[in-house]
Each structure stands twice: as structure tokens, then as C-alpha cells.
């Protein structure tokens, strides 16, 4: 499991910065998590931006005044179209067949942040690879694997309770049912898994139904008293339990130190928000990364034969009306010789 936070997009965009080639004069994003990278592009290199939409529609980029007279004119317009990231390829395809229908004279370059390694015929420049399974900050809470994965909640998807709210009584209670959301989950999520006591089940509940969180499991700690889980210790133990126990892709937990402990006690990967990194068990190394790659069932990228990449490849070198023709003209030479 690989992880790229919006701070590793940045030290990337500014080590890589260089291979960007010194005539491009516009950077064009695709929306939307191309134009986080995009943006970067061109802060860096002082260059106009454009989303995809707005270049396609023949808008001109509008930039402020205080930066409008520190931009050099070129000579001609030569555009950067900035994706995130690429793995099968097919939604850069999709954009160079738009960008080859609305603007089939444009000098363009197209370019991904993060590619999976290999060959990637759609765009020019990868600037970083990232071997699949991968994650980023940017699309965590719409990933299709939330399906197979454990959340915490506190810290998480709400705000952690006030010192004052954390009484055990009323003031918990009401800081239950009106904590103010943090990361909203555009996607169902498998396991909410979370240290609150089993008897604030009903207002943990009614939260998440206020907000349309959906999923299919909460897992709480059944103890009488705050005080009883602290003596415990219960609050990772109980979470690197549900961890193993339900097979979960990812472990998602709010506190850097604590992530460290289920780690260390799931013998699995946890993603710390409050790091931003990946925490991995102790001594672990490419052997546990190959091991959890297989724990986590991510649907396969597109095939890469030999024959689905040559393919792929007339397809992007052809463009859509070369590519049709082309293959009009295989099926026809198969059907004569069938016949």
C-alpha cells in the first residue's frame, strides 16, 4: 500500500519541476484532482491555468493584476494538460480524444504527477512512480475500497470532544449528537471502528444517519465507564482486534502515536491522518508491503497484454477517427478471410 499526501504532491511537483519543458506557456488542468497538481505546475513555473473545460471552450486564462505583469508573452501557446495520476490509462485517452475533436491544432503535452510504473502510451511525462495499490489524501474519502476498510471516527470523520465535553455524562452526550463533521465519505464505508462506549451507541448512530454517513458495521467498546477503558488501555487493542478480525484493506485512525500501537498490534498497516503517512508494523519492509498488496482486493488495472497495449497505443497515436478506420479495416481483412 503506497500513500501520497497533498504535502508529497507538492515535494514532488517542486523536485520533478525541471522536466517540465521550458516552452510551455499554459497549464490546463483535469478536474478534478488534475487541477491540485496543475495549480502547482504553474505557481512554480509562473505560468496562466486553465481547467480542462474552460481551454476546451476557447476561454483565456484570467490571472490577477499583481501577477499579470510578471508573465513573460510567448511566441506561441503550448499547453501542459496535468492529470493527477494515471493507471489503465483510459481517462487520459477519453481527454485526448475531447481535446483532439475541440482543439486539433493545439501544440499539447500531457503529463501525470504519479504513474504505476511501466509504459503509460496516453501522456508524455510522469513526474513520480507509484506502484499499485496506491491512495491519496485527495481521493481517500471516495475511494471505491472504503468498502473493505476500518475507520475511526473521532478525529476522523468529526471533531475530537472539547477537554470540557469529555465528562463520560451529558456533555459527551451532546458533544455525540452535534460533533462538527471533518472528512466527509462520498462512499459507503465497511467498519466505523471507534473507542466510544457501547451506551452512546444510539447518538453515534443518530449522528451518522444526520449526516447520510453510510456503512455497514460500528464497532464500540462494551465497558461501563470512560474511566474502566482508560485502566484498560482498550482503545487500540480494540481496534487492532476488529483490524484482523475482518479482513479490513486499510485501518484509517485519527492519532499518529496511537495508529503506531494498532500497527504494531495488527501486525498491518494503519493510515494516520494526523501524520499523513502510512504507519507500517515495526521491522517491516518490502515483504509485509508485498502481503498487504494482496489483502487489499482493489479491483485489477486494465490488462496489459501485449495485444491490449498495442491497441491502447493506435489508439492514442491515431487519435478517435484514425483509430475507428483502423479498425473497420481489421475486421474487414478478418471477415474476407473467414469467408
Known amino acids: ?54 481551454w476546451l471552450h476557447g476561454l483565456a486564462p484570467h490571472v490577477g493584476r499583481t501577477v499579470r505583469s510578471t508573465m513573460k508573452a510567448r511566441d506561441r501557446e503550448r499547453v ?4 493527477d495520476s494515471i493507471l489503465s490509462g483510459e481517462s487520459m485517452v477519453t481527454v485526448r480524444e475531447r481535446v483532439a475533436a475541440a482543439r486539433p491544432d493545439a501544440d499539447v ?36 475500497r472504503l468498502a473493505t476498510a476500518c475507520f475511526d ?3 476522523v470523520l468529526c471533531a475530537d ?43 453515534t448512530e443518530a449522528w451518522l444517519d444526520a449526516r447520510g454517513i453510510e456503512y455497514d458495521r460500528l464497532w464500540m467498546i462494551d465497558l461501563p465507564t470512560a474511566e474502566e477503558r482508560r485502566r484498560l488501555k482498550a482503545h487500540a487493542p480494540h481496534k487492532a482486534r476488529v483490524y484482523r478480525e475482518t479482513g479490513a484493506c486499510l485501518f484509517v485512525e485519527s492519532e499518529d502515536r496511537q495508529a503506531q500501537t494498532i500497527a504494531e498490534l495488527s501486525g498491518l498497516p494503519v493510515l ?44 492514442v497515436a491515431l487519435g478517435p477517427a484514425g483509430y475507428a478506420a483502423l479498425k473497420g479495416f481489421v475486421r474487414g481483412g478478418a471477415s474476407k478471410a473467414t469467408s
Open 1 to 54: 500500500m503506497e500513500y501520497r499526501s497533498l504535502a508529497d504532491l507538492n515535494d514532488t511537483v517542486c523536485r520533478q519541476i525541471d522536466r517540465i519543458p521550458p516552452d510551455v506557456s499554459l497549464v490546463v488542468g483535469v478536474p478534478r484532482s488534475g487541477l491540485l497538481a496543475a495549480n502547482l505546475i504553474a505557481l512554480n513555473l509562473n505560468l496562466p491555468l486553465l481547467d480542462l473545460e474552460a
Open 153 to 155: 471516527i473521532d478525529g
Open 272 to 315: 494516520s491522518i494526523e501524520g499523513q503517512r502510512m504507519v507500517w508494523p515495526d521491522g517491516s519492509g518490502a515483504a509485509s508491503r508485498r502481503r498487504h498488496a494482496q489483502r487489499w482486493t482493489s479491483p485489477a488495472p486494465a490488462a496489459r497484454t501485449p495485444k491490449a497495449m498495442a491497441a491502447r497505443i493506435a489508439r
Open 109 to 144: 503535452l500531457y503529463c501525470a504527477v504519479y504513474g504505476a510504473g511501466g509504459d503509460h502510451p496516453e501522456v508524455d511525462l510522469t513526474l513520480e512512480s507509484v506502484a499499485h495499490p496506491r491512495i491519496f489524501q485527495w481521493n481517500l474519502m471516495r475511494h471505491n
Open 80 to 83: 501542459l494538460v496535468v492529470d
Open 161 to 203: 470532544p472539547e477537554h470540557h465535553e469529555n465528562d463520560d455524562g451529558p456533555l459527551y452526550e451532546q458533544f455525540v449528537l452535534n460533533a462538527r463533521p471533518l472528512l466527509v465519505p462520498g462512499v459507503r464505508i465497511g467498519h466505523l471502528v471507534t473507542s466510544r462506549l457501547e451506551r452512546f451507541r444510539p447518538q
